[in-house]
């Protein structure tokens, strides 16, 4: 009997242990120190908060997640011994910043302090973190252990910029879409949400001095199916697809952000990609030609997106453009676009041939700098800084422009070395609308970013001042995202990367590691109901050059370190018992034409069965690892 109980406890000791094993907080903080015990949440929770209504959303959040799951009843009453306290310190603690905070999680209680409502909001984030997944689901889970383990911990971001940006031009998506939106973001401690609110596709804001903009610029014709291979509008077919939002609707998300430490970020993508504002004033442009708004269709001609710059009524529809944006949004910054402007109709255009000797402009790309340089004064004299794409380097940068460096790193470094703020964003590691795993089984996209990729970038290049970079991006385009649970996918697990990259000191960054959270994390995704890839448990097929350069052996892999790959040549579905592969690129059988393969951990498939075939090596060979 003595040997059971002795044997009982030793189990009991493993078991616990083991059920300790990761703490999963994304992004990872500075500073985490573990202590014995866990924490176990009473029936009856009381919550003490310093009288700041800086705090609402921290108390209401942190209430409604101790609540929901667990049946539990939360009382906000200052009671001397409170099972959970958030407070502001009265002297700031220096390391804390503007966005840091303390949390200490002991055996009686939790204390959450900062110097701002930010860092208590994000202690909020990291205790709720160090409970159980199911504290994200929305109705009530039975038989669970409210506990969390005891840690201190001192964290506070890496940089001051964690964005995201979201094209709701290309895919409108909701007022209610957006702050879903804001939500996730603010788990993982982001605070810009980037809304690329116009393109060729759809103008989405509302401006009360310009009605056109959006009676006809936030309308398409509906079209399904693969974008970019979409019919043109046809001559009776009506504008239905679309929408925008209200300068009310925006300022509600705009509240809504803010309470959740989010800025938004507006931008309106000129002198190009300007389509739906040409639609709804076909005299901006250099051709003057009627267009509709762009429903996803490849032109068989080029379109004329871009404003004339030659022409002063460009400058009078922007000027009451940016006026109403100023007075609406709060953030520090307006973004202009600036991007992939197609130059050769301003070549053309008599107009902007005499803005050019006027202006004594040697050429377009000094034109396009000239509007640039314009719309910095016209927003500076708003309150405003102008941010802009990469593209506005071209022709000689704006005196005080902050450049949004896509292109790669390239045109950030550039603009740091001339002593300009810089977001990163560069396309190959923060695109969330790449392929982030084999493309034959994923929704149709082009290039490739994985989960990995985006871990791994660090935003501030070698020889570059670290103060000049403000932080980065992840970029949600949407030509191929139409609806918000491919959305979702799209955006997790890159975002959690991303957050890391963004928040976390680069010493702590850990792949390992964060895949173990990741997997913590996809099970809070799933409690909640958000969709999610898990693309970086397919196989990675590489194909190597052999001696005899005719031919490719194949070399098989995952981003997920541990995972067994059984594959065949024959067509059939491999499985533990097929053969597995053992890290040497091997060849094709004579005669086999395709090889099929998945991944496995314990026996179990934990990927999706990806065939490809023989006679793609070559391309797929040729091909850098982000292009597809
Ligand atoms: C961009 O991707 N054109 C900024
Ligand atoms: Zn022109």
């Given at each position: 009997m003595k040997k059971i109980i002795f044997l009982a406890a030793i189990l009991s000791t493993i078991l616990n242990a083991f059920s300790q094993n990761v703490i999963s907080i994304i992004p990872e903080p500075v500073k985490l120190t573990r202590s014995e015990g866990k924490f176990v949440l009473p029936s009856n929770i009381s919550i003490s908060a310093d009288p700041d209504p800086g705090l609402k959303q921290a108390i209401a959040g942190l209430t409604a997640r101790l609540t929901i799951p667990t049946g539990c009843h939360v009382a906000l009453n200052n009671s001397h011994t409170p099972t959970i306290s958030l407070r502001l310190n009265k002297n700031a603690v220096a390391d804390l910043g503007s966005e840091g905070y303390q949390l200490h999680v002991t055996l009686k209680n939790v204390i959450i302090s900062a110097n701002t409502p930010a860092g208590v909001f994000y202690g909020v984030q990291s205790f709720l973190q160090l409970l159980p997944a199911e504290i994200t689901s929305d109705s009530i889970i039975k038989n669970i252990a409210w506990v969390a383990p005891c840690v201190s911990v001192t964290d506070y971001p890496r940089f001051s910029w964690r964005g995201l940006m979201l094209d709701v031009s290309r895919h409108f998506f909701t007022k209610e879409e957006v702050?879903?939106?804001?939500?996730?973001?603010?788990?993982?401690?982001?605070?810009?949400?980037?809304?690329?609110?116009?393109?060729?596709?759809?103008?989405?804001?509302?401006?009360?001095?310009?009605?056109?903009?959006?009676?006809?610029?936030?309308?398409?014709?509906?079209?399904?199916?693969?974008?970019?291979?979409?019919?043109?509008?046809?001559?009776?077919?009506?504008?239905?697809?679309?929408?925008?939002?209200?300068?009310?609707?925006?300022?509600?998300?705009?509240?809504?952000?803010?309470?959740?430490n989010i800025s938004i970020l507006p931008e309106i993508d000129v002198p190009a990609h300007s389509l739906a504002l040409i639609a709804s004033f076909?005299?901006?442009?250099?051709?003057?030609?009627?267009?509709?708004?762009?429903?996803?269709?490849?032109?068989?001609?080029?379109?004329?997106?871009?404003?004339?710059?030659?022409?002063?009524?460009?400058?009078?529809?922007?000027?009451?453009?940016?006026?109403?944006?100023?007075?609406?949004?709060?953030?520090?910054?307006?973004?202009?676009?600036?991007?992939?402007?197609?130059?050769?109709?301003?070549?053309?255009?008599?107009?902007?041939?005499?803005?050019?000797?006027?202006?004594?402009?040697?050429?377009?790309?000094?034109?396009?700098?000239?509007?640039?340089?314009?719309?910095?004064?016209?927003?500076?004299?708003?309150?405003?800084?102008?941010?802009?794409?990469?593209?506005?380097?071209?022709?000689?940068?704006?005196?005080?422009?902050?450049?949004?460096?896509?292109?790669?790193?390239?045109?950030?470094v550039e603009a740091a070395r001339m002593n300009h703020h810089v977001v990163m964003t560069p396309w190959d590691y923060c695109y969330l609308d790449l392929y982030q795993g084999e493309p034959g089984v994923e929704p149709p996209t082009y290039g490739m970013c994985r989960l990995m990729d985006s871990y791994n970038y660090d935003p501030v290049p070698d020889s570059v001042d670290e103060k000049l970079i403000l932080g980065g991006q992840g970029n949600l385009w949407t030509e191929r995202v139409s609806n918000f649970r491919h959305l979702e996918y799209m955006m997790w697990p890159r975002g959690l990367a991303l957050a890391e990259v963004y928040w976390s000191p680069k010493t702590s960054r850990n792949w390992k590691n964060f895949i173990e959270k990741m997997e913590d994390h996809f099970g809070r995704l799933d409690a909640a109901g958000i969709k999610y890839a898990r693309s970086a448990y397919n196989v990675i097929y590489t194909p190597v050059k052999t001696n005899d350069s005719r031919s490719y052996k194949l070399k098989l892999s995952t981003e997920i370190n541990g995972l067994d790959i059984f594959y065949t040549f024959d067509g059939t579905n491999p499985d533990p018992y097929y053969p597995k592969y053992n890290g040497e690129p091997i060849s094709f059988p004579v005669g086999a034409t395709q090889i099929t393969a998945n991944t496995f951990r314990n026996g179990k498939m934990v990927g999706k069965q990806v065939t490809i075939k023989k006679d793609d090596l070559p391309a797929r060979y040729n091909q850098g690892h982000h292009q597809y």
């Open positions: 702050k879903k939106y804001i939500d996730q973001m603010a788990t993982y401690k982001y605070n810009v949400l980037h809304l690329h609110l116009s393109d060729d596709q759809g103008w989405r804001i509302e401006i009360k001095s310009l009605p056109q903009l959006t009676q006809v610029g936030a309308w398409r014709v509906k079209r399904t199916g693969l974008w970019s291979e979409f019919l043109p509008a046809l001559a009776f077919e009506k504008p239905t697809d679309g929408g925008f939002y209200t300068q009310d609707d925006m300022r509600d998300m705009i509240n809504y952000a803010k309470d959740r076909p005299n901006l442009s250099c051709t003057q030609l009627p267009y509709s708004v762009n429903a996803g269709f490849r032109s068989p001609t080029r379109d004329d997106n871009a404003l004339c710059i030659g022409n002063d009524s460009s400058f009078v529809v922007l000027d009451k453009i940016f006026s109403e944006l100023a007075a609406l949004f709060p953030s520090e910054y307006i973004h202009v676009g600036g991007d992939e402007a197609y130059k050769g109709f301003w070549a053309d255009c008599p107009k902007c041939q005499k803005r050019m000797t006027d202006e004594k402009l040697k050429n377009v790309d000094e034109l396009q700098s000239y509007f640039i340089k314009r719309m910095e004064t016209m927003l500076k004299s708003k309150g405003k800084k102008l941010i802009g794409w990469d593209e506005i380097l071209e022709g000689g940068l704006a005196p005080e422009a902050t450049v949004m460096s896509w292109r790669g790193m390239k045109g950030g």
